[in-house]
């Protein structure tokens, strides 16, 4: 679980990257290219580590800016492959011509330490808006391109349909009991910053599976997958237990962070979950006000009467709710004003593009008013920008929490976080990989004013 949380803590920014890149395409309604290329050696040299991998990584980057316009953006992901960002592409044929050209450039011979090495690259494609409309399932549909030009040995592929869900998801239901007995499943965690201190309030809990032969898959795959499946209930569990374990040993570092889990609509069905809860609490030996659970709107609205049953149960045990993704469910104000919750989060489809649309200002400031006026705590989530970040201030907001101040990380970004001032949100360390550092000066878990990475 260690090995991935490093990884994917500096893959965070790309995400961010590719989510900008999508957001100024769609705009501009232009299409976006992702490549993701990787080498298969013929003999069996390692290329990764070590002086020889730098060695080769640096010649592919010098041979892949020769092709790409300066516009074009090159990633190095933690897993090692390369990626490449087209930010303006007017479709297929043109992402084509690019793979060809780069695949040119990296099938002449390497020469590694005085040896010739025999290099095999291979790219996969996926291209916004055909395959996704979001950064995350783009870049993952681009990995399973990658993972099918690798299986039939080709060296380009597109991403279409039939790689992706249809053999897909039966393979999925079956691999995921597997995942949770196995331990492929990790946890990223989001910080939430108060917008009166600055400091970081609490850690969103956010889990993602490390697929053996997939890689990388979202929850927003694999959760409706668990909750077909009944398997929500041991995921869940095992996600409660394992943030619980990191936030003690956070705090056993004196670093004095709460976590706050999502739980599903599901796992409000399970009559034994308060019970499940308070054992696990005992058995990792914490506070019971340590823990926040986020269940959303809608979750407690199919059912408000076990909603309130099961949600009384956990509140009286000394954990906090919070109601998640507001104002995309049809609450009953008279079922809300009763609930044993002590917050709300504002969706962020409300809060992500507030300071240009003033629509979703007045629902922003309503649905602040509102939370208010119930006694709630609120959040807004998906703050992306300094101005969204005032504009909530100035609507006397609780807290925050978005790409703005950080994506989603791994647990010991969140330490150096917290230790390291000079540490920055994500660890990408190389200038040249063309992204922008974040500026984000942090001093004791305060994140003073964290710049989002722009356009180089
Ligand atoms: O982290 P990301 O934006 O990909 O999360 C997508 C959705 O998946 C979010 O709505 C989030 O609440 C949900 N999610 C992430 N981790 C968990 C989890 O451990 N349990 C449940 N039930 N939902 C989760
Ligand atoms: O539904 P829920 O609130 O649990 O979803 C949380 C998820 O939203 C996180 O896991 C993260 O991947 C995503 N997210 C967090 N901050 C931002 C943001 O600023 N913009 C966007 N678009 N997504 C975000
Ligand atoms: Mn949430």
Not at 92 to 102: C, G, L, Q, R, S
Not at 142 to 147: C, I, K, P, R
């Amino acid at each position: 679980m260690t090995e991935n949380l490093v990884e994917l803590s500096g893959n965070g920014l790309f995400q961010v990257r590719v989510h900008q890149t999508i957001q100024a395409a769609q705009q501009a309604v232009r299409k976006v290219g992702l490549l993701i290329v990787d080498f298969e050696r013929t003999d069996d040299v390692s290329l990764s580590g070590g002086s020889l991998g730098v060695e080769f990584l640096e010649s592919v980057w010098l041979r892949l800016r020769s092709v790409l316009r300066d516009s074009d953006a090159i990633f190095r992901l933690d897993g090692g492959e390369t990626v490449v960002l087209l930010p303006s592409v007017t479709g297929p044929e043109d992402v084509v011509v690019v793979a060809k050209k780069i695949l040119n450039k990296l099938e002449q011979p390497f020469l590694l330490d005085g040896f010739r090495a025999d290099i095999r690259p291979r790219i996969g494609i996926a291209l916004f808006p055909e395959h996704s409309t979001s950064a995350n399932s783009l870049i993952q549909r681009a990995h399973t391109a990658l993972n099918g030009a690798k299986r039939t040995r080709s060296s380009y592929i597109i991403y279409s349909q039939e790689h992706g869900h249809n053999h897909h998801t039966p393979l999925q239901m079956r691999d995921l009991r597997q995942a949770i007995v196995e331990e492929q499943l990790f946890l990223l965690y989001q910080p939430k910053v108060s917008l009166k201190t600055g400091s970081i309030s609490g850690l969103e809990v956010l889990a993602r599976w490390r697929h053996p032969r997939f890689g990388l898959i979202e929850p927003d795959q694999f959760i409706p997958v668990a909750e077909r499946t009944g398997l929500i209930i041991p995921l869940t569990l095992w996600v409660l237990h394992n943030a619980l374990l990191q936030c003690r040993a956070w705090n056993k570092m004196g670093i004095d962070v709460n976590v706050a889990v999502n739980l599903s609509m599901w796992n409000l069905d399970a009559l034994e979950l308060p019970e499940q809860i308070a054992g696990l609490l005992r058995s990792v030996d914490m506070a019971p006000g340590r823990l926040e659970l986020e269940i959303t709107e809608s979750a407690i609205m199919d059912d408000p009467k076990r909603a309130m049953r099961t949600l009384t149960l956990i509140r009286d045990l000394g954990v906090q709710f919070t109601i998640d993704d507001f104002g995309t469910g049809y609450s009953s104000l008279a079922h809300l004003k009763k609930l044993p919750v002590a917050g709300m989060k504002i969706d962020k489809s409300f809060v992500q593009n507030m300071e240009l649309d003033r629509d979703n200002a007045v629902i922003v400031r309503s649905i602040i008013d509102l939370g208010h006026n119930l006694g709630l705590k609120v959040v807004a989530e998906g703050v992306e920008t300094r101005e969204a970040k005032e504009m909530l201030t100035e609507f006397a907001c609780d807290e925050a929490q978005g790409y703005y101040f950080s994506p989603p990380v791994s647990a010991q970004a969140i330490i150096r976080f917290f230790n390291d001032p000079t540490q920055r949100v994500s660890n990408h360390r190389s200038r040249r990989e063309n992204i922008s550092r974040v500026n984000s000066p942090r001093r004791n878990g305060k994140i003073v004013d964290a710049k989002l990475p722009l356009e180089p």
